[in-house]
């Protein structure tokens, strides 16, 4: 593991753009040309570091901890449609001080091109490569951290539509011209006029909400665990993990399909982390479990997840309904 780390000929660009292009393949079935459902998404991963030594780790919030804290912070885009989702890119967030810093970036083999840049503008290069690979969606979803002007313009400029969340400073312009806070032209809609939207359902009931959001379950495949401090290593560890993420999605997309109808089984959808046991089974056998044991236990762990899940959906009925 350590020389395909480090000393291997590896291109990982190559390999996480193949990984990519297959998951968007697989996610969309028969409807690979139909992407009217799809969405991309831009986010960001941080990964708690014990060594400023490692490459690009530096004071700075981290989302892991929800504080400031020494950290690699990486912005990633996901596919997401009906069928499931998948980390497609990412991109290593740099800091200034890394950057400006010609001993470390050495140290850590930073290749000369690289320079800082903003969250926002490595979220434009990702959105760029997966234009240029026919990866595309009608809309593309974000925080605040990506709502600001330049990154939204350069979203029309690809042909899409954006859903960004802005910060509570952000300022709007009126038809009259004039710019007011959002917090105040929220008040300016009345309350007949909000929309309430189912987004799904999930353990609970109903998502009838404006906004949905989605696990990325970066734990399963390790994202979030490489032992690594340069430049190289890094990249080919975060794109093993999301070509394994990749595969696991489409596995799960590939299941639910076979499934069919399972609620006459009383089970639930397999998840990724459910579908991940048996998968590690058949590599690395549990101690006095068989095979046949492991999906037994699935299918039990799956059947109560789904009781779970009607009690908590007749509850949610029943409190909506309570005047």
Not at 272 to 293: A, F, N, S
């Amino acid at each position: 593991m350590q020389h395909m780390l480090s000393r291997a000929r590896c291109d990982d660009r190559a390999m996480l753009d193949a990984a990519g292009e297959w998951a968007v393949g697989q996610l969309n079935g028969e409807h690979s040309e139909d992407k009217g459902d799809a969405i991309l998404i831009v986010d960001e991963t941080s990964d708690v570091k014990s060594s400023a030594d490692c490459v690009g780790a530096a004071r700075q919030y981290c989302g892991a901890t929800g504080s400031v804290a020494l950290c690699q912070v990486a912005v990633t885009l996901t596919y997401a449609v009906p069928a499931g989702h998948a980390l497609i890119g990412r991109a290593l967030c740099l800091p200034a001080g890394w950057a400006a810093d010609e001993e470390r970036r050495e140290l850590a083999g930073v290749p000369d091109e690289i320079m800082f840049a903003t969250k926002p503008e490595l979220a434009g290069d990702l959105l760029r490569q997966a234009h240029s690979r026919d990866i595309r969606a009608p809309f593309i979803a974000g925080d605040e951290v990506y709502g600001s002007l330049d990154p939204r313009k350069s979203i029309r400029e690809l042909g899409s539509g954006y859903v960004m969340a802005v910060r509570s400073n952000h300022c709007v312009t009126l038809p009259s011209g004039r710019r007011i806070p959002v917090t105040t032209a929220e008040k300016l809609v009345k309350p007949g006029m909000w929309q309430r939207m189912r987004t799904g359902s999930a353990t609970k009931g109903a998502k009838d909400y404006h906004w949905a959001m989605i696990e990325m379950y970066k734990q399963v495949t390790g994202l979030d665990s490489g032992q690594v401090t340069t430049w190289a290593s890094w990249h080919r560890w975060t794109a093993i993990s999301l070509l394994a993420g990749a595969f696991l999605a489409a596995a799960a997309a590939s299941q639910r399909a076979r499934d069919g109808d399972i609620a006459i089984h009383s089970l639930i959808p397999v998840t990724v982390p459910e579908l991940l046991r048996p998968l590690r089974g058949t590599v690395i056998p549990w101690p006095h479990r068989d095979q046949e044991h492991c999906e037994t236990w699935s299918l039990w762990r799956r059947h109560h997840q789904y009781r779970a899940r009607q009690a908590h959906q007749r509850w949610h009925a029943y409190a909506d309904g309570v005047p």
